[in-house]
């Protein structure tokens, strides 16, 4: 995982959290992790009698490092796309996440409720690198399509510094970014007038390498063991981890 992607995962100096979780070293580090992917992986390893392991990668190279052997998953709020299939295989959600936008409270698009009200605006528009955001983009007629970023952080970065108008993200993502960027705010779409195909986004799976289904196999039916496909169960778990997150993050 990114580590850096809360509140689905992210770092911290301390060994626990506010309310007593336990984060996870990370791997050759003095930090820990923590999030809700955290909390999923630690659950399952138990499920499995496996130890947890963590390794901090960038997002851009974390398939990538994944398939050279560094490690054995991807458990990072990684959506389940037809293009990913094509490279892993992935267990069922173990989260459902909505998407949205994310603007400058005194900004110029801070009244907007609709897709189409962004057309021909001529709006900057950014997301995170290598996600399944990115094809979004191409949605809003006559956006600037600048610069996206490694990280959802130097998005809503850029945002509030004015080089970008419209950050494109989940709504976890941006609601715990909100808790540290005031002068932002979340808008979220009328389902008659948002982004086609970004249903995609909204499966959060566990990926492995493609021919690795005998691992992949074996999370499935610890996810299944736990009766983890509970929505409101995986609802309550992201209040709790947005709840946790260091101010830093």
């Given at each position: 995982?990114?580590?850096?992607?809360?509140?689905?995962?992210?770092?911290?100096?301390?060994?626990?959290?506010?309310?007593?979780?336990?984060?996870?070293?990370?791997?050759?580090?003095?930090f820990?992790?923590?999030?809700?992917?955290?909390?999923?992986?630690?659950?399952?390893?138990?499920?499995?009698?496996?130890?947890?392991?963590?390794?901090?990668?960038?997002?851009?190279?974390?398939?990538?490092?994944?398939?050279a052997?560094?490690?054995?998953?991807?458990?990072?709020?990684?959506?389940?796309?037809a293009?990913?299939?094509?490279?892993?295989?992935?267990?069922?959600?173990?989260?459902?996440?909505?998407?949205?936008?994310?603007?400058?409270?005194?900004?110029?698009?801070?009244?907007?409720?609709?897709?189409?009200?962004?057309?021909?605006t001529?709006?900057?528009?950014?997301?995170?690198?290598?996600?399944?955001?990115?094809?979004?983009?191409?949605?809003?007629?006559g956006?600037?399509?600048?610069?996206?970023?490694?990280?959802?952080?130097?998005?809503?970065?850029?945002?509030?510094?004015?080089?970008?108008?419209?950050?494109?993200?989940?709504?976890?993502?941006?609601?715990?970014?909100?808790?540290?960027?005031?002068?932002?705010?979340?808008?979220?779409?009328?389902?008659?007038?948002?982004?086609?195909?970004?249903?995609?986004?909204?499966?959060?799976?566990?990926?492995?390498?493609?021919?690795?289904?005998?691992?992949?196999?074996?999370i499935?039916?610890?996810?299944?063991?736990?009766?983890?496909?509970?929505?409101?169960?995986?609802?309550?778990?992201?209040?709790?981890?947005?709840?946790?997150?260091?101010?830093?993050?």
């Amino acid at each position: 995982m990114e580590c850096a992607y809360a509140p689905f995962n992210w770092t911290q100096d301390s060994p626990t959290t506010p309310d007593g979780s336990t984060a996870v070293p990370i791997h050759d580090s003095t930090f820990y992790a923590y999030g809700y992917d955290v909390a999923v992986a630690q659950m399952l390893a138990d499920q499995m009698g496996m130890d947890l392991e963590i390794f901090k990668v960038e997002w851009s190279s974390i398939g990538i490092s994944m398939d050279a052997g560094d490690y054995d998953c991807i458990i990072a709020g990684m959506g389940r796309t037809a293009e990913r299939e094509m490279s892993y295989s992935f267990t069922t959600p173990y989260y459902y996440r909505d998407n949205c936008i994310v603007v400058k409270k005194d900004g110029p698009y801070a009244s907007v409720t609709g897709l189409s009200q962004l057309a021909g605006t001529g709006c900057k528009v950014t997301t995170q690198l290598g996600t399944g955001w990115i094809p979004l983009l191409d949605q809003i007629e006559g956006a600037e399509t600048g610069m996206n970023y490694e990280t959802t952080s130097e998005c809503f970065m850029a945002v509030s510094n004015g080089v970008a108008d419209v950050c494109i993200v989940d709504l976890p993502t941006a609601e715990s970014a909100l808790l540290t960027n005031k002068d932002l705010m979340i808008i979220t779409f009328d389902e008659s007038d948002s982004f086609v195909g970004d249903d995609e986004m909204v499966n959060v799976c566990i990926a492995t390498r493609k021919d690795d289904t005998a691992l992949r196999d074996r999370i499935q039916a610890a996810m299944d063991a736990l009766n983890w496909n509970d929505k409101a169960a995986m609802d309550e778990l992201m209040a709790r981890a947005i709840g946790q997150q260091p101010a830093a993050n």
